[in-house]
T-cell receptor, first 117, second 110 residues
Framework: KAGVTQTPRYLIKTRGQQVTLSCSPI?????VSWYQQTPGQGLQFLFE???????NKGNFPGRFSGRQFSNSRSEMNVSTLELGDSALYLC????????????????FGQGTRLTVV | GQQVMQIPQYQHVQEGEDFTTYCNSS?????IQWYKQRPGGHPVFLIQ?????EVKKQKRLTFQFGEAKKNSSLHITATQTTDVGTYFC??????????FGKGTMLLVSP
């Protein structure tokens, strides 16, 4: 079956602009989580969506937002981009993200590398 | 909230040396998972541990889950250049979202 698909793969934006990233989870997966990865900072959790509802949120400013559609596809938006937002943005899908252990294994997409200039 | 700490942050070894990364949780975990991210790639699931004191092996990799289910380790015997990458642990406690450690970057010199 198809894996997690993230689009676009690469993006260059100017400070102050906004950007929308997309994530299509594995078919049947209902949980989608987003992470920001920068050198030395590991995977920083942004938020998790399940059945179109934000279930958990990390410690990021309100400029970072997301949503999930009825087909489980998810988007994240960053407004008023700053240089420090340059990073690899990864999304991961899982069956349900909670509950039964088998439901929590995360499958990552290739990521979107965002560069803010 | 739940926190997962991983040490060391970075390790550089000579090929053939052993390597270990440690993971500690602030809360008791229901399970712990390990992922590997190759340079330029994305994290890929390696294994999951569920039982207290559980030990699992994958060829040269040995994974352990602590008796109290609050810590875990990944040990690689006789590292190879193909082991290069960042290793992440991730845990959850009951009905909570998977929490990732910051990862250990492993560099292996031939």
């Amino acid at each position: 079956k198809a894996g997690v698909t993230q689009t676009p793969r690469y993006l260059i934006k100017t400070r102050g602009q906004q950007v929308t990233l997309s994530c299509s989870p594995i078919s049947g997966h209902r949980s989608v989580s987003w992470y920001q990865q920068t050198p030395g900072q590991g995977l920083q959790f942004l938020f998790e969506y399940f059945s179109e509802t934000q279930r958990n949120k990390g410690n990021f400013p309100g400029r970072f937002s997301g949503r999930q559609f009825s087909n489980s596809r998810s988007e994240m938006n960053v407004s008023t981009l700053e240089l420090g937002d340059s990073a690899l943005y990864l999304c991961a899908s899982s069956l349900s993200g909670q509950g039964r252990i088998v439901d929590t294994e995360a499958f990552f997409g290739q990521g979107t590398r965002l560069t803010v200039v | 909230g739940q926190q997962v700490m991983q040490i060391p942050q970075y390790q550089h070894v000579q090929e053939g040396e052993d390597f270990t990364t440690y993971c500690n949780s602030s809360t008791t975990l229901s399970n712990i998972q390990w992922y590997k991210q190759r340079p330029g790639g994305h994290p890929v699931f390696l294994i999951q541990l569920v039982k207290s004191g559980e030990v699992k092996k994958q060829k040269r990799l040995t994974f352990q889950f602590g008796e109290a289910k609050k810590n875990s380790s990944l040990h690689i015997t006789a590292t190879q250049t193909t082991d290069v990458g960042t290793y992440f642990c991730a845990g959850n406690s009951g009905y909570s979202t998977l929490t990732f450690g910051k990862g250990t970057m492993l560099l292996v010199s031939p």
